[in-house]
């Protein structure tokens, strides 16, 4: 298996984890299961180990690409950037989730208000993650590019003279 099959086997985990994780903390946060809320964070940290294998196999899949496609650069730097910026989310979201099961793990009652930046931080993260894999999908996905479509000519009447 090369760089750009891991890649691909990898990217859409986070991605599509992200939305189903979300509806887990919903329904947690809803009927106030702390089980679910647990089960949905170990959940997350293994999203987070994906997106890592996912974020490291990047270059190497676009070394591969490079060679017999022809790959706009600047569309696979900008989804690279954006990359980095939803796995250091992700990073930063692990630091409160692992404080949660920390708690949880010490006797002590996750707040509310934890649960809630947990949430949040996951919607808004589900949504990021979309960005981020339409982007890579423009690298090898070009009739998905945004176009700016020309307007309409009126067709020209000709005048009769009679």
């Known amino acids: 298996m090369n760089a750009a099959q891991v890649h691909l086997l990898t990217v859409h985990i986070p991605v599509i984890g992200c939305w189903g994780l979300s509806i887990l903390f919903i329904l947690a946060q809803f009927f106030r299961d702390d089980r679910l809320f647990k089960i949905s964070c170990w959940l997350f940290l293994t999203l987070l180990l994906a ?13 591969l690409l490079k ?13 690279a950037i954006l990359a980095r910026s939803g796995l250091l ?7 409160v989730v692992g404080n949660a099961l920390l708690q949880g793990f010490q006797g002590e009652k996750i707040p509310g208000w934890q649960r809630w930046t947990i949430l949040v931080s996951m919607l808004l993260l589900s949504i990021f993650w979309g960005v981020v ?30």
Do not use: C, N
């Open 89 to 95: 989310a992700m990073v930063v979201l692990a630091m």
């Open 51 to 63: 997106a890592t294998i996912a974020y490291f196999s990047g270059p190497l899949a676009y070394d």
């Open 67 to 79: 060679e017999s496609y022809s790959v706009k650069k600047e569309t696979v730097e900008f989804h």
């Open 133 to 162: 894999a339409h982007w890579g999908g423009l690298i090898r996905h070009p009739e998905i590019q945004y176009s700016i479509s020309k307007p309409i000519e009126e067709p020209k009447i000709q005048q009769t003279t009679d």
